[in-house]
């Protein structure tokens, strides 16, 4: 397998390519978007399917998806069951010291505290939480802010709380998962690598280390008892792994066919954070320009086999105006076909293209 190939391959294992999924699909595909920025999240769904807002607030309403950290410890969109899986494979690490601000025993005593709210009620929105514990705790009214995140994580970490999936930041809703159920943590690992090769796949073990950001040491020995099911595959110089053998016909056709269209992710697309090395997806020398100063992913425009700039949108009364910086040559009707999606999911009138 050459470069190009890999580029190729990776894209259509991660649905770029067909974009007529259901709305479920792209969330479970990946186990989990990335979701530091809502509208992202959702937005890297519906390219992929069409899917209007509607179906995915029925989604998120009916808890079919919801909202925790879990892969690296940021925020993703998942269902239930993904989550348990993850939470069980991570269930050796541990929150840095530096999350709890000097406050360990502080946050550990009040998640307790929590949790056993949560038992009662099932459910807590942020406002009545604060209530509840400015009553409880005296240290809490002139706490640090981050304090209460570290809270949070740590509940989630244990699985005893995630979040509705459509909560906003300043009142989001916490919610006891159902009938949490714990998993041997080498099982649930090697569940998770097949998991995550069946869609990233070909990689490395170092990359699944970097998406799922469980230690190597805790990886290890899951990746030997799933070994003897994984197929190598030589790029370059460098031995990667996938779940299924790759077919020279279908290799030969999603590589003709990612070189000769456009297409769209949007930001913190997981083709950009599920491994260790960016080159695969980007020239070293144009990293710059789709990764900001403080780490945000750019969303990318892929045309003729390669990423050949990165697009935002500005919203105005009901119109929709995308701003696009290029560095290379795309389909602009194509393109125009991806922004009208957009418009549609975001009821908003396509009020076209600004080339900066």
Same mark, same amino acid.
């Given at each position: 397998m050459n470069a190009a190939e890999l580029f190729a391959y990776r894209l259509y294992q991660h649905g770029i390519l067909d974009q007529n999924d259901t709305a479920i699909t792209p969330i479970t595909r990946v186990v989990g978007i990335q979701a530091q920025n809502q509208r992202a999240a959702e937005l890297n769904a519906t390219l992929q399917t069409g899917a209007t807002q509607d179906e995915l607030d029925n989604l998120f309403s009916d808890r079919k998806i919801i909202r925790s950290w879990s892969q690296r410890w940021t925020i993703h969109l998942m269902t239930p069951d993904d989550w348990r899986l993850v939470i069980n494979a991570r269930q050796k690490e541990r929150l840095p010291n530096l999350y709890f601000l000097g406050m360990r025993d502080e946050v550990e005593a009040a998640a307790e505290f929590v949790y056993g709210i949560l038992q009662d009620r099932k459910s807590l929105t942020r406002d009545v939480y604060e209530q509840l514990m400015t009553d409880k705790f005296a240290w809490f009214t002139g706490r640090p802010k981050n304090v209460d995140y570290s809270l949070f994580q740590l509940l989630a970490s244990q699985g005893k709380m995630y979040m509705q999936a459509?909560?906003?930041p300043r009142n989001f809703e916490m919610l006891l998962p159902d009938n949490f159920t714990g998993m041997n943590q080498v099982e649930a690992t090697a569940e998770l690598i097949k998991r995550y090769l069946n869609t990233f796949g070909p990689a490395s073990i170092q990359d699944?280390? %970097?998406? @799922?950001g469980i %230690?190597? @040491?805790n990886v290890r020995s899951a990746w030997k008892s799933i070994e003897p099911e994984l197929n190598s595959v030589k790029v370059n110089n460098e031995k990667?792994?996938?779940l299924e053998l790759i077919a020279e016909d279908k290799l030969q056709e999603v590589t003709e066919q990612v070189s000769s269209n456009t297409y769209v992710a949007a930001r913190f697309s997981s083709l950009m954070t599920g491994y260790v090395d960016k080159g695969w997806f980007i020239n070293k020398s144009l990293e710059s320009k789709m990764w900001s100063k403080n780490g945000i992913l750019m969303a990318?425009?892929?045309?003729?086999?390669?990423i050949v700039g990165k697009w935002t949108y500005k919203l105005t009364s009901k119109k929709i105006k995308f701003i696009v910086n290029s560095w290379g040559d795309y389909n602009n009707r194509q393109l125009e076909n991806h922004f009208n999606k957009i418009a549609q999911f975001l009821q908003h009138e396509y009020d076209g293209i600004t080339i900066e």
């Open positions: 459509n909560s906003n699944f280390v %970097k998406w @799922s %230690k190597i @040491s990667l792994w996938s990318p425009i892929i045309a003729n086999g390669q």
